[in-house]
């Protein structure tokens, strides 16, 4: 940190300002929802206190809260100098970097709408998005600029060094020249509370627009039931909206550029890390990674994407890492469910505690309802105004998982019949079937498409993967359909072996295969047994480490 | 606990389901921001975790967040089924018990205003505020039932005992009988986000409607900035929103029908008491009482109302005691600012760091802009749209503190004119005048009628009270103005003397002058040092443990 020094545009005149302009007409009771103020509030309460820490690259860079909040201003300023007007899209393409956690809150200072971009993406699927949300112009991480070398709009590059030769930084610096007249006074708030803070996709199909109210409420919902992060992509859904939470949180964010679990556990073990979030697969990386060992402070672990294994969870507990598991989408501004625990689980067998912790659990806080409910009839139409009716909570009958409120997307951009599809009966449809137990907590059983449909049955392909991986020897597996003459469907299921027990099972996979049906047998009802096991060295994964099941089906349609 | 069982009526009917009717049309990504889905989550979460908890009394009673968001619901259902309507403002005086907490829910889920009444006042104060408030239905504790014994409108009266014989319980029985048929979804959630959730006055004069989305995000901050009640009354200013807060933070709270140091002793020593609320002479209180020791956990005092002296930091933080000390009004939501304690402030000397505590700090996470601005010329008119302006950062130029946002009252009620005049360029101004020191820390000075005006200078009551406080025999100290022939005002002080040190003095007052004055002259300039001492036995004080400074100059005036 010694050897750094942020430019001389990112230093804060004396005297900053920290109040933007008033929409007129706005009533004393009332304030913009905006998490642009959470930002604010932090550079007011502790200027000093170390906001942004980048520190495992070529050019480590490090921000106080009162450095970071001005090249936010010089960011907002600068975009609105090229040309960004109210309600534009700005596309941004980086790893976890000071681009794109600046980004996060100085194109709402524009009164912009920012639209991540995974950064796993092909360059086709890249011009689809900028063509599709009709970006204006595009911030890119230096690694990444290829993906939109024939981009027809502007590119300003980062390099990734905060120092002033940087492109990036001279883009910077251009907004820099309003500081002194205009600052933050110069600026306005949106006035418009449906106004939309971002615009995300996943796989650059169809746009999310998501309003700034939710990212307000559900930042601080987030900064509530966690607090800090690590690992988890900004570019994914915004990143759960953790930009914006750790900023209401006054906390300090250390940017990693990719999961590396060395560095990881540096910070762990050194940097004062209380937070993380990541999927069960990065978890599981990290308690297997050389360097793991018993952490002497309790560290908070955000587990999202699929349920931790009852193995996983006693790994992570046993280096003093406490997992907290959450559900969301990217159609939602990140999780909107927490397994909230009960203070009796605490004394259940870990097998047992490690079957509740793998419900997604009750909706968040500040969250409106969450619902499992019956799906839709073939012959019925998509209304708004159609009566969802609940399955009962007996932990069996499967639904479809909707909800409502702040924290949902505000359409599909640009699709007006998509959108009325997935508002059926008021509530947003996530295509996610789930069970309801007695306790009100939730159990995803799978996305609509990862159900095996095994002679006439439902086998929930999470179901089974959570049963087989109580299987002493797996590491990491995954379950999809796979046609079968006689049932139509049976699982098949990929897995990879623990790297101390993959020697014992060398050219044996066979009957390590016989080994894991037998365990299933015991535990699964026979429709649900895999028909097929394989050995693999690694599963296809998202950029976030969600398994690609669609990868694993198109190989096993190829078998 | 063991000997005490809910009414039939208060347990929850098999299956009972947490979800209000929506009102028509609204969009999918909007929700009511309303207070009363706290307690309907917490009930969700933590069904069995004791709720509310209020054990020094007769008949001690004891609910779960299940039984209490059922004891919720029958209220709203009994205030229906009595004629109660959207908008009409139901009074409440009680103090800190079950009545008044379910009113905190109860009333909003029926849709109307809650009127929370101060306990302290005359007959007539209350008679004027319920014709001023227009209230429909008065929910009184027995004990205060003669305050409203010639009252024109209907009374239901608590005895406080939770068992069925109670006039209360037989209320909320009428309201029971809708649980099965209707239950939740039966209740609509108030459409209308400008709609009042209460109605607060202060000493019977004018009435303050605040908002519902202000009740929901001054709750949260509430939760955030602090987390758990114990003394604080609800009857004042809604209990700053802690009655919401503490629903958000699905904790438990202890109501205390008053301040009784025996009884808050044991609930920090034995009742996993982790903070609470009390006006810093409640805090001397607390630390002089003779059950004071160590405590083996850390708890967290919220200090408001007049800022902790360095002698109250210290005792308080020998008992493992650590405050925060916050700043609010009953104009708006309870807090509105927090000294937001700085890391570097833990080396300093006592003295230094209470100097730096007994400011009022920085605005809430949630709140809008909080500002010192020059206080209004006599000529200028009071105009909405005028333009205010900050006194410099430099803790020497006294201005008002102004705020605005969603914590800020929605007017004065039914007084077109007052609210125009307090509305004074867009922000709500407080009457209290306060210096900006260059952190951004406002530092209140006084009330404006405070300002002691000493040979031309203007010398702030607080400020000569925080100097005069060091001295090591005063206990507790109030300084006001009284009229001297030469220099039109000087300070005349009140004190109440150490209980360890008041023998030393016995008989010797005149001396204890003396050496006060001197303490004095050493800290203070002349305009501002005591012209008068007189010790007290005690000093007045309002139900929140206010001084009252009124009473202390009706005195001074016949001197």
Known sequence: MRSFRPTAESVPPANVNYRLRLPGGLPVDKQPLNPLAFLLKAAQVYPNKLALAHPDVDHPVFYSYAVWTQRVQNLAYALIQFGICPGDRVAVIAP???????????????????????????????????EHSGSKLILVDHELAHLVQDARIPVIVA???????????????????????????????????????????????????????????????????????????????????FPWAITFACATQITLRKVSYPHIWHHLLYSGTTHYCGAPTVQIGLVNAPDARLLSRPVVAIVAGSAPTAHLLGELEKKNIHPVHVYG????????????EQVEWASLPLDQRARYMARQGLSYAISDDVRVVYPPKEDEQDDVNMELVDVPKDGKTVGEVVLRGTMVMKEYFRDPDATRKAFRGGYFSTGDLAVMHSDGYIAIQDRSKDIIIS???????????????????????????????????????????????????????????????????????????????????????????????????????KL
Chains 1, 2 share one sequence.
């Open 96 to 130: 976890n970097s000071p681009l794109i956690a600046d980004a996060h809150h100085g194109v709402l200072a524009a009164r912009a709408v920012i639209c991540p971009i995974n950064t796993r993406l092909t360059t086709p699927e890249v011009a689809y998005i900028l």
């Open 455 to 557: 002679g006439g049955e439902n086998a929930s392909s999470l179901a089974i993967e959570q049963e087989l991986a109580s299987h002493p020897d797996v590491l990491e597996i995954a379950v999809v359909a796979r046609p079968h003459p006689r049932w139509g469907e049976r699982p098949m299921a990929f897995v990879i072996l623990h790297p101390q027990r993959a020697s014992f099972w060398d050219g044996r996979h066979a009957t390590f295969a016989e080994s894991l049906k037998l365990h299933a047998r015991g535990r699964l009802p026979g429709f649900a047994c895999p028909e097929w096991v394989e050995v693999v060295a690694e599963l296809p994964k998202t950029s976030t480490g969600k398994i690609q099941k669609a990868v694993l089906r198109k190989i096993v349609a």
């Open 159 to 241: 390099n990734d060094s905060g120092r002033a030769d940087d492109p990036y930084e001279q883009f910077l610096s251009n907004g820099r020249r309003y500081s002194g007249d205009r600052g933050w006074p110069g600026l306005e708030w949106e006035a418009d509370e449906n106004a939309p803070a971002a615009l995300c996709y996943t796989s650059g199909t169809t746009g999310r627009p998501k309003g700034l109210p939710g990212a307000y409420l559900t930042g601080i919902a987030n900064a509530h039931e966690t607090q800090y992060v690590l690992i988890l992509p900004m570019f994914h859904a915004c990143g759960w909206t």
């Open 329 to 340: 989408l990217t159609y939602t501004y990140g999780p909107f469910t927490r397994c909230y």
